[in-house]
């Protein structure tokens, strides 16, 4: 396998270059890959499948032909749910097959005033190719969709880098009329680097195609690159639809045959995968059916969640998932693709000694809030303790004594006058996680933020029980 | 000796050596491979005798055409030194010293492998086939490329970018074809420029120059010998192949370059298993079954041909075997299958040469477009046989013909193959006696009024390589004064079956 950055037209076997009396062999590691990609997806690992041919002439195909898996290809079927906003539904994008084969070296029209460079480093590595139904209805849902796919790939350990690099997407995009029961021609569309690159150009091309449509025009089957700076597509090589590419069954590799226990082997190294982990923390922590998508579809957050509620008891897994979906992620943006909970500064130790100095009311949930932000923003190097130490942040015990009495009175006071919000508390008990902390909010106001969020609640959960 | 050759009388002088072999190199020339063994292991000669024994014929041969290159005559007789050398210290290599021939088709890295080609003409090999390694290995001497029908294409090799190869037993008056598309190696073996070769056997291509030359022809089981650096013309056909004196040398070069190799997928890892072949020299066919197809006696055979194909019926009915009529039903359309699959897998495995990285380049077109340098540089280095099968290739293989032709063609085949089988399985036959052609060698340069009436000579042969099934062509008496073949089939990896009645057949020439 290739790293990156090799110099061009290093990394070439004979076969990739094209070489007369050269033949192909297949990576039984990426068959492997497969097997476990196709099952991941849900899909049908094919006990036989095939390899064929695809010709068509192009100076970064020296061979004059891909080898694919045109006819029968290794894995039929399966599907990725994504989650729908707004709602705790998901839906199912259904998976047409996955296939191997053969990439193509890279075109360089950019790099020489008038030639055309070609690398054929990666010329003849091979490719998985995952192809959907046309179940994709928006942006928004294809951009889910790559997502959720890309955390898939990157958690079995198919998938090793960001997408635009060993990761790239086509995407084909075709339009209708409300009401009408079929789609209109498709478009594909290349050259799209990143989700918002998919995004924008499925957002431009439908636009495009409606355009055209209303404007009396028609949609040709054609390839469309995009522009990523002017959001736009234009027209690519026309010819290449009208293409035959002559498939037939590739004679230098024989059928490919997979076992039950070729299977079974090839799974034993994959993890519990992200639909599996959602359903565990809902079933087992009771945690949201919001929460559990936030924690199941992020790098690493299933394991940092588990090490927390080890350490701190299950009793306190909301609190774990509350803080880090609503704290912790807030620190997301700069981290962009490549967030990992495995890898943030905030490792689950110091996390976790935050969280138990809270439980044990030793902190308030605003200091909490700023041990937080000194290790993820300024990357403090020092355990929670001492820098709470160092900044004398620590709740006197006899604070807490004196306060009690009053505080007790002070909370009867809010609930007495607050009938209508104790009706809806009442009454609503979907409601419950917005109304309570108004309650708190009450309470905190006539303290003047001197209170202990905890402990007011512990206080107001008695009386409004 | 056997053939009339035109004795050119050319100024060469070089190191001494007159154009005309001395007796002694020719004594030494015309040895079998198995005899040339055990002259070196008994020291009546050494390696660089040989080799240059070898090329005085070489030189004394230049006009029948067969080779595109020879080595350097340096590097040769430095290698034999070394074998020699090796012999002496006690190292034993099986082919220690002796000097063979290899068709251009296959890559020897240093060497120009042309395949007989202007697309390849100036490309030099980057690596050595596998078959070829096994071969240096073992301690051959690999003394140059032979010349061939362009890419594997043509059962007569006239279709070559370095002119056809004579046949060495043309008449005074005439230029014969010595076959096709291995010719240079069957005369490189026939005209004793070497004690053996490799040639391809796609269709035919090593069986039928065999035949018309007076040597021995082999094809291997598919699967049985690398294909790795063997240039691919059709790859599901395409095997390795040998030329040799007689049985016995055939089957120790077999033996060489046989077996599994991690770069071809298609090659099988299977012992051939010849020990009981080498040792057991009994010349007895009791309890083997010899079928004789009827199909295969087709209006085009000569009678002369027909006749010398119960000959050799009765004659190996004399050494015990029994001789049973079998049909192989779909044997007619064997021709038609094979001119629909072959040319396909060639249009895609020729699809490489676009002048882009290696290979002919019109340099003209090199500052247009790359659709009209492709155009430019594959239309002037591919000669018009291989256009040909090109693009009937790229029609049968085209979205609207594949159904029709590569398809169904595909599924003939699977019944020709299944006929093969059910003869030697359920009913038993241990091998299948026909001529290995149907007539004799033809005149060069006969002008056909068809190019495809040429696809006619392959008949006798398709079939062995539509079913992957090993195949050999003997040497028998001459007919009507020109050499012939006999061609026995066996099941797929029985190459011993098949070389053991094969050593009997071929004793039928000297029956005479």
Redesign the interface.
């Known amino acids: 396998m290739n790293e990156p950055f090799k110099p061009p037209n290093t990394c070439v076997a ?1 076969v990739d ?10 990576n039984d590691f990426c068959v492997d890959q497969a097997i476990r990609c196709g099952t991941a997806l849900n899909g049908t690992i094919n006990a036989r499948s095939r390899f064929d ?1 695809k ?1 068509y ?3 970064d195909l ?4 891909q080898i694919t898996q045109y006819f029968e290809p290794v894995v039929t079927g399966g599907y990725l749910s994504i989650p729908l906003e707004g709602t705790n539904d998901e839906k199912k994008i259904r998976i047409e097959r996955i296939q191997l084969e053969t990439d193509s070296g890279k075109s360089i029209h950019d790099g020489h005033p008038f030639l055309s460079l070609v690398d054929l480093n990666r010329c003849g590595l091979a490719l998985m190719e995952i192809i959907t139904y046309p179940d994709v209805s928006t942006s928004a849902e294809a951009g889910a969709f790559l997502r959720k796919l890309t955390h898939l790939l990157k958690h079995i350990g198919v998938c090793h880098s960001e997408f635009g690099e060993g990761l790239r997407c086509d995407a084909n995009i075709s339009v209708k009329l409300v009401g009408d029961p079929e789609y209109g021609t498709r478009c594909e569309v290349k050259n799209l680097n990143s989700v918002k690159a998919l995004m924008d150009a499925i957002e431009h091309e439908a636009q495009r195609q409606v355009d055209l449509l209303e404007a009396g025009g028609t949609v040709e089957l054609e390839t469309r690159w995009f522009d990523p700076l002017k959001k736009t597509t234009s027209t690519g090589r026309k010819k290449d639809d009208k293409v ?1 590419y ?3 069954p590739e ?4 059928a490919l045959y997979i076992s039950q226990s070729r299977i079974t082997e090839a799974l034993k190294s994959l993890p519990e995968l992200p639909a599996e982990t959602k359903r565990r923390l809902i079933n087992d922590y009771k945690l949201s059916v919001g929460i559990a998508e936030m924690l199941s579809s992020s790098e690493g957050a299933a394991e940092y969640f588990q090490n927390a509620v080890n350490t701190l008891g299950k009793e306190h897994a909301t609190l774990v998932a509350s803080w880090m979906t609503n704290e912790i992620f807030a620190y997301r943006e700069e981290y962009g693709n490549k967030w990992d909970f495995g890898s943030i500064p905030l490792d689950i130790t110091r996390f976790a000694d935050i969280l138990k100095m809270l439980i044990d009311k030793r902190i308030i949930g605003l200091t909490a809030k700023k041990l937080v932000a000194l290790v993820m923003t300024d990357k403090d190097p020092r355990t929670p303790q001492e820098i709470v130490l160092a900044n004398d942040w620590e709740i006197a015990a006899t604070e807490e004594a004196q306060v009690d009495e009053k505080l007790v009175e002070l909370c009867k006071t809010i609930v007495e006058k607050s009938q209508k919000q104790v009706a809806e508390y009442k009454t609503e008990v979907g409601r419950r996680d917005r109304i309570f902390p108004w309650f708190v909010g009450q309470v905190m106001k006539e303290l003047r933020g001197k209170g202990n969020p905890a402990e007011i609640g512990a206080i107001l959960q008695k009386h409004l029980d | 000796s056997m053939w009339a050759c035109r004795t050119i009388r050319a100024n060469v002088h070089r190191r001494g050596v007159s154009t005309a072999p001395s007796a002694r190199h020719n004594e030494l020339a015309s040895l079998s491979l198995m005899e040339a063994k055990e002259w070196l292991d008994t020291s009546k000669t050494t390696s660089v005798e040989l080799v240059e024994a070898t090329l005085a014929q070489i030189e004394h041969s230049k006009h029948l055409n067969a080779w595109t290159s020879v080595q350097n005559t340096e590097k040769l007789l430095a290698a034999a030194k070394e074998q020699d050398e090796q012999r002496a210290a006690g190292v034993k290599n099986v082919l220690g010293g002796i000097p063979l021939a290899i068709k251009d088709i296959f890559n020897v890295k240093g060497t120009v492998t042309s395949c007989s080609s202007k697309m390849l003409a100036n490309y030099v090999s980057t690596y050595t086939a596998t078959v070829c390694e096994k071969l240096e290995k073992n301690g051959a001497i690999l003394l140059g490329k032979t010349n061939m029908d362009e890419f594997g294409m043509g059962s007569l090799t006239t279709f070559s970018h370095y002119g056809p190869t004579i046949n060495p037993y043309s008449p005074k008056d005439k230029q014969l074809s010595p076959g096709g598309s291995s010719g240079g190696s069957a005369v490189a073996v026939a005209a004793n420029m070497c004690y053996g070769a490799l040639g391809s056997d796609t269709g035919g291509s090593v069986r039928l120059p065999a035949a018309w030359c007076n040597v021995v022809g082999l094809k291997p089981s598919y699967g049985r010998c690398s294909r790795y650096g063997m240039v691919a013309y059709a790859s599901s056909f395409d095997v390795p192949a040998i030329f040799a004196k007689n049985t016995t040398d055939a089957a120790l070069l077999l033996d060489a370059i046989s077996g599994a190799d991690a770069y071809d997928s298609t090659c099988l890892d299977e012992n051939v298993d010849l020990e009981e072949f080498f040792q057991e020299k009994s010349l007895d066919l009791t309890g083997l079954v010899v079928g004789i197809p009827q199909e295969y006696n087709t209006a085009e055979m000569s009678p002369e041909i027909q006749q010398l194909w119960v000959e050799a019926a009765n004659w190996l009915a004399s050494h015990g075997a029994e001789i049973k009529t079998i049909s192989l039903p779909h044997t007619s359309s064997a021709l038609a299958t094979y001119y629909i699959l072959a040319p396909a897998e060639a249009s895609s495995n020729l699809a490489r040469y676009d002048g882009l990285r290696y290979g002919h380049r019109d340099k003209a077109s090199d500052k247009k477009s790359v659709a009209e340098l492709y155009t430019q540089s594959r239309t002037e280095g591919f000669g018009d046989e291989v256009i040909r099968r090109i693009v009937m290739g790229t029609f049968v293989l085209s979205q609207a013909s594949y159904e029709d032709y590569y398809l169904k063609a595909a599924k003939v085949r699977r019944l020709i193959k299944e006929d093969f089988e059910k003869v030697f399985k359920e009913e038993k036959v241990d091998v299948i006696l026909t001529p290995t052609a149907t007539s004799g060698a033809p005149e060069i340069g006969k002008k056909l009024d068809n190019p495809v009436e040429a696809y006619t000579n392959d008949v006798m042969t398709l079939p062995a390589n539509l079913a992957g099934i090993p195949a050999i062509s003997v040497p028998t008496r001459l007919v009507s004064g020109l050499p012939q073949g006999l061609q026995l089939m066996a099941d797929h990896f029985e190459e011993r079956k098949l070389l053991r009645v094969a050593r009997v057949l071929e004793k039928h020439r000297l029956s005479e």
Do not use: M, Q, T
């Open positions: 004979h270059a094209g070489l007369p009396g050269a033949l192909p062999v297949l041919r010709h002439f192009y100076h020296p061979l004059g032909y035959d002559r498939f037939f004679p230098d590799l024989p």
